[in-house]
């Protein structure tokens, strides 16, 4: 009797799953194919600022066929709060050529209020993550010809979808009202200002980078600057430019782990290629421990969509 009810019970739980599982998907390519109707020429105010920073030549990227399919696929990768809130908030998703390699993206405020526009290189599309990174990584040191590199893995891995995440994040915390609270879960042990680090961090070697307006490290003082890293609550190096960025890296990096297996690797190599020194900052313990606030904010902002 017991067998024959369960079985009675899973035949009619089975079409209501299958219901359920194909009306998430409907709804999700709609949010998808609303997102992909935002694609849009650069607005001239973002052209601006690029040119402020500058570059010359800036100029809206015509999508080809096969990049709008590589930008559907990251934002079908975006989580269901991110998707849902862009969908509210995004005004325009442009790609422009004639940015440099150390530009990537630009997420501005549009002419609505509380809406935004979010305007990417167009090389992006084509990028690796492990290229990206290791370009952007590199950017901090001086190093001389033959002396150890840098060097960041994270194989398989698109830098689209990767950048997409971080510069929706900044959508998303400003929706939510992340960084504006100082006492929010996320930051609070972290961040005294929206720009200040809180001690132990304030006095530590990764407050001193470019990232936070310091000069370019010697590549000798790399491996302690990544240990140092490996002892903080932050992801990444660029994470400590600003709370908002924090987040933006936080939460990208467990997208990319939980989701679609990512592997995050920084690995300091001596001239002849042979590593001296690696570090994995999904795995650091401070790191690991706000993955369960990510969680839990990506879980519980996502149950009204």
């Known amino acids: 009797m017991w067998l024959r009810l369960s079985v009675c019970v899973c035949s009619l739980v089975a079409p209501f799953n299958t219901v359920f599982a194909n009306e998430a998907r409907r709804h999700s390519d709609e949010t998808i194919n609303t997102l992909l109707d935002r694609l849009a020429p650069a607005p001239s105010e973002v052209i601006k600022e690029f040119e402020g920073a500058g570059m ?7 999508l080809s066929s096969a990049e709008r399919a590589r930008v559907a696929k990251a934002l079908a990768a975006l989580p269901v709060l991110h998707r849902r809130i862009l969908a509210e908030r995004l005004d325009s998703l442009s790609f422009v050529d004639g940015v440099l390699g150390a530009g990537t993206g630009l997420t501005a405020p549009s002419g609505k209020n509380g809406n ?3 305007t990417f290189r167009a090389s992006l599309i084509n990028e690796s993550l492990t290229d990206f990174l290791t370009n952007k990584e590199r950017r901090l040191f001086t190093s001389g010809e033959g002396g150890p590199s840098i060097k960041v893995s994270a194989p398989g891995m698109d830098a689209l979808t990767f950048a997409l995440l971080h510069e929706s994040t900044h959508v998303v915390d400003d929706a939510i009202g992340i960084t504006h609270n100082l006492d929010h879960p996320l930051i609070v042990n972290e961040w005294h200002t929206s720009h200040e680090l809180k001690l132990p961090f304030a006095n530590s070697m990764i407050s001193a980078t470019p990232f936070r307006g310091g000069a370019t490290i010697p590549m000798d003082k790399a491996q302690p600057v990544y240990d140092a890293l490996a002892l903080s609550p932050f992801v990444s190096l660029y994470a400590t430019a600003s709370a908002s960025e924090d987040i933006a890296e936080l939460v990208a990096w467990y997208q990319m782990s939980r989701s679609h297996g990512a ?5 300091i190599d001596d001239a002849q290629g042979k590593n001296i020194k690696r570090y994995e900052p999904l795995t650091f313990p401070l790191v690991r421990a706000r993955f369960r606030n990510v969680k839990e904010l990506l879980s519980v902002n996502a149950l009204g969509d």
């Open 56 to 62: 010359t030549g800036v100029r809206t990227h015509l």
């Open 116 to 118: 935004y526009s979010i």
């Open 263 to 267: 592997g995050f690797m920084i690995q």
